[in-house]
């Protein structure tokens, strides 16, 4: 079975620090996404990456930043977080071969509260 | 632009159906469905491919229409385990498998 682990399920910040959120598969993927879901808005896209140390932003990458330094971990950099952050971030990753598509396999999800 | 799912809820009794229509402005390379349960991550279902391949779901079907670029997700003899809220994400082509994903529809099957 595919596994997407994220680091943590809950999370309690204070306005202007820095969040890391982590995300590790284990099947290998290409890539990788990051997406925060809001009520009424589903899942919005902020970055994938579709190989090591690539990235590429999504619809909405302003307030985020990414690292992917090894194959099986995607990292969301909150630089300095804000209210309206607060959110549920989710973690995917898919494999990537050729132009074919493929399913995506999403993480249980972070829940972020920044106060 | 984020696909238009339509309707944005519906609430069922156990054996009827049900159909959810996703409906994107752009031309399209495929559309995924996905469910998601409350508190739990969203699970894939079907992927619908343009030229009409499709993969997923055995007890799930869905259309694929490209000249309108919409999709819909029929849902027949519904169980309680169908309840959820369940998105569409839609791909471009050239697009690495980013998708775009619609609002949602919450889908509640009641006994």
């Known amino acids: 079975d595919v596994k997407v682990t994220q680091s943590s399920r809950y999370l309690v910040k204070r306005t202007g620090e820095k969040v890391f959120l982590e995300c590790v598969q284990d099947m290998d993927h290409e890539n990788m996404f990051w997406y925060r879901q809001d009520p009424g808005l589903g899942l919005r896209l902020i970055y994938f990456?579709?190989?090591?140390?690539?990235?590429e932003k999504g619809d909405i990458p302003e307030g985020y930043s990414v690292s992917r330094e090894k194959k099986e971990r995607f990292s969301l950099i909150l630089e300095s977080a804000s209210t309206n952050q607060t959110s549920m971030y989710l973690c995917?990753?898919?494999?990537?071969?050729?132009?074919?598509?493929?399913?995506?396999?999403f993480g249980p999800g972070t829940r972020l509260t920044v106060t | 632009q984020q696909p238009v799912q339509s309707p944005q809820a519906v609430i069922l009794r156990e054996g009827e159906d049900a159909v959810i229509n996703c409906s994107s402005s752009?031309?399209?390379?495929?559309v995924h469905w996905y469910r998601q349960k409350h508190g739990e991550a969203p699970i894939f279902l079907m992927i619908?491919?343009?030229?009409?391949e499709q993969k997923g779901h055995d007890k799930i079907s869905a259309s694929f229409n490209e000249k309108k670029q919409q999709s819909s997700l029929y849902l027949t003899a519904s169980q309680l385990s169908y309840s959820g809220t369940y998105f569409c994400?839609?791909?471009?082509?050239?697009?690495?498998?980013?998708?775009?994903f619609g609002a949602g529809t919450r889908l509640a099957v009641h006994p």
């Open positions: 990456s579709y190989d090591v140390k690539m990235k």
């Open positions: 994400g839609t791909e471009i082509a050239g697009g690495y498998n980013k998708l775009i």
């Open positions: 995917a990753s898919s494999f990537h071969l050729g132009t074919r598509t493929y399913e995506q396999y």
């Open positions: 619908l491919l343009k030229g009409g």
């Open positions: 752009k031309a399209l390379y495929s």
